[in-house]
Structures are given as structure tokens and as C-alpha cells.
């Protein structure tokens, strides 16, 4: 699976990096990403990206 490089936050109930449909838009998307590499690591390069553009720096 080849994960988007161009995410959409706008659905809640879709993984924005792969499309893939979500049970659940907050848990399901976490164990969404236990399950799936791709968008695990879609997920961390996006946060690295946008990390410092907010105030307080999260550091997961």
C-alpha cells in the first residue's frame, strides 16, 4: 500500500494517509496505525512536519 502524500483531515471516520475506511475516529484511527506501517509512518513524518509550527512542541 502506498500512503498519500497529500493528507485530508476534512472525515473524521477516513485514515487521512491512506483513505481507508475508520471504525472509530479516535481509537480507530490510533489502532489503525498499530495496523498499518504505512500510515504509521505517514503519521509520524506529518507530526514531525507540523511539530514546530505549534506553540509548545509535542514530543509523543
Not at 502506498?2 to 475516529?25: E, H, I
Not at 481509537?27 to 506529518?46: K, Q, R, T
Request: glycine fraction near 16%; charge should be negative.
Amino acid at each position: 500500500m502506498s500512503v498519500n502524500t497529500t493528507t485530508n483531515w476534512a472525515d473524521p471516520a477516513t485514515c487521512p494517509f491512506c483513505g481507508g475506511d475508520l471504525p472509530d475516529p479516535g481509537a480507530g484511527f490510533v489502532d489503525h496505525l498499530g495496523e498499518s506501517p504505512d500510515c504509521e509512518s505517514g503519521f509520524e513524518i506529518w507530526r514531525e512536519n507540523v511539530a514546530g509550527d505549534v506553540a509548545g512542541e509535542w514530543s509523543g
